[in-house]
């Protein structure tokens, strides 16, 4: 979203989810959740919306395509429209018919919807949170692996009274059955050595 000014959509249609008629076309969009999603990401971006939605008829599907008259296309019944910053219809849904639409969009609407509500902006307290990206790849597993140092492992020696060369033991042994990474192990000096 940041920096967002025209947000480009495309849609197979338009939809009834209200109906008793699961799935049958929305002639009118009122009923159509799809409406209500294109505003409402050009209210949080503050950007226009160009949605393109499907529009075709059984008579574009040519003679002898296999299913042509088992094909569902009551979705393909249009609904393209042109959003403003502010979530308003800069255009009304086109349904029902095949239609090139064309808007006025004039930069400074950006400004004035940021002004009211800008998602990135005034409402961003960088004192109290912040969003890190993480740049290197990662996976959503962590490291099971344990480095320890010679002087932690030294300390650990000391404060359960463990001798070096049983530590050294214990270490490389958990490093063959849990993952204990016996690399990073380097046998800890003794205080008078």
Same mark, same amino acid.
Request: charged share 30%.
């Given at each position: 979203m940041k920096g967002e000014e025209f947000h480009v959509a495309v849609w197979p249609g338009t939809w009834d989810h209200l109906s008793d008629k699961q799935?049958?076309?929305d002639l009118t969009g009122a009923t159509c959740d799809l409406f209500p999603a294109i505003r409402e990401h050009a209210f949080e971006a503050g950007c226009f919306v160009i949605s393109a939605s499907g529009f075709m008829?059984?008579?574009d599907?040519?003679? @002898?395509?296999?299913f042509r008259n088992q094909m569902n296309l009551d979705w393909a019944c249009g609904g393209s429209v042109v959003v403003d910053p502010t979530g308003n219809y800069l255009t009304p849904p086109v349904i029902g018919k095949e239609e090139v639409i064309y808007a006025e969009c004039e930069a400074d609407s950006i400004k004035v919807a940021k002004s009211l509500f800008d998602a990135l902006g005034h409402y961003?307290?960088?004192?109290?949170?912040?969003?890190?990206?993480?740049e290197e790849?990662?996976?959503?597993?962590?490291?099971?692996?344990?480095?320890l140092t010679s002087?932690?492992?030294?300390?650990?020696?000391?404060?359960?009274g463990v001798s070096p060369d049983k530590?050294?033991?214990?270490?490389?042994?958990?490093? @063959?059955?849990?993952?204990?990474?016996? @690399?990073?192990?380097?046998?800890?000096?003794?205080?008078?050595?």
């Open positions: 799935g049958a076309p008829e059984r008579a599907v040519p003679e @002898g395509t296999p961003a307290r960088f004192d109290v949170a912040r969003l890190e990206l993480r790849p990662w996976t959503p597993f962590a490291n099971s692996k344990v480095h002087s932690e492992l030294r300390r650990l020696g000391e404060k359960y530590l050294e033991k214990i270490y490389s042994e958990l490093a @063959g059955e849990s993952g204990v990474d016996s @690399g990073s192990m380097k046998r800890p000096q003794s205080k008078s050595g």
